[in-house]
């Protein structure tokens, strides 16, 4: 069970309110997508769920346990950023299975992981090859699969394809949506662009200025937006 469940959340810093009162249940498996202009919160809100943040007000359930105050090791979570920083030193091999050797994970079973999300992301002949020896979509396929290899029950995407081309876009698109199918896990996945919210979603929420305009499926929100800024940002002609 890997449900998220934000109840009344708020973020303030210092005197700046920034997240000011969201409900929200994220479903276990279900693919949720925030969308909104730049700094309404999107990221902040990612961040405090994936505990990089803390929760000024309200609660914060992942799989049913309060997660408020548990340590970002420990909520199920991996998250992957726009800037995917890889170790430029390390082998793909070896910026994959980082985090388990941190954790002291045997090596046979970080090999096994490892090359599990090898195969899931087309990454099999390029395992021995250096960061620099890759293509802007290779890394961040590499990225990618840091995060899969963690078998993280929730997965936090904070806009992963804004820094590569339009076509490399649509093709990690289709990535993202097959490894969605093929890992059947839940996923809360930012972005600002509209058609990768439409077409990845199964619910989208539309936020402005910390608050939740509007949530629904990508289709009802087209069909039926809330008001006039909901219209503008999913792109139905209304
Ligand atoms: P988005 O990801 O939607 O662009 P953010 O969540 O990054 O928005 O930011 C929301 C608001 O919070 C912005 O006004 C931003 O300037 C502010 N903010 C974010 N992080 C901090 C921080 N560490 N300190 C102060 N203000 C912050
Ligand atoms: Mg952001």
Redesign the pocket.
């Known amino acids: 069970m890997s449900s998220v469940k934000l109840s009344g959340v708020r973020?303030s810093?210092?005197a700046?309110e920034?997240?000011k009162g969201v409900d929200l249940t994220v479903e276990d498996k279900e693919f949720v997508v925030?969308v909104?202009?730049?700094?309404?919160?999107?990221?902040?809100?990612?961040?405090m769920i994936a505990g990089l943040?803390t929760i000024s007000a309200g609660d914060l359930e992942i799989g049913g346990t309060r997660m408020n105050d548990v340590d970002p090791s420990r909520r199920g979570i991996a998250m992957v950023f726009q800037t995917y920083a890889l170790y430029p030193h390390m082998t793909v091999r070896e910026n994959m299975g980082f985090a388990l050797r941190f954790a002291r994970v045997p090596k046979e079973e970080i090999n096994r992981q490892v090359n599990a999300a090898a195969r899931i992301l087309a990454l099999e002949p390029l395992l021995d090859r250096l960061p620099r020896q890759l293509s802007g979509g290779q890394r961040q396929r590499v990225a990618i699969g840091r995060a899969i290899v963690r078998q993280p029950e929730v997965f936090l995407f904070?806009?992963p394809l804004s820094n590569l081309d339009a076509e490399l876009r649509v093709h990690m698109r289709i990535e993202i949506a097959r490894l969605h199918k093929e890992l059947q896990t839940t996923i809360i996945y930012?972005t600002h662009d509209q058609v990768e919210a439409m077409t990845l979603a199964d619910k989208i929420v539309v936020?402005r200025d910390?608050v939740i305009e509007q949530a629904g499926m990508p289709l009802d929100l087209y069909d039926d937006p809330a008001n006039q800024f909901v219209a503008g940002f999913i792109g139905s002609p209304k």
């Open positions: 973020k810093f210092g700046l920034v997240i925030f909104g202009p730049s700094g309404c919160g999107k990221s902040t809100l990612l961040r943040e904070d806009e930012v936020l910390g």
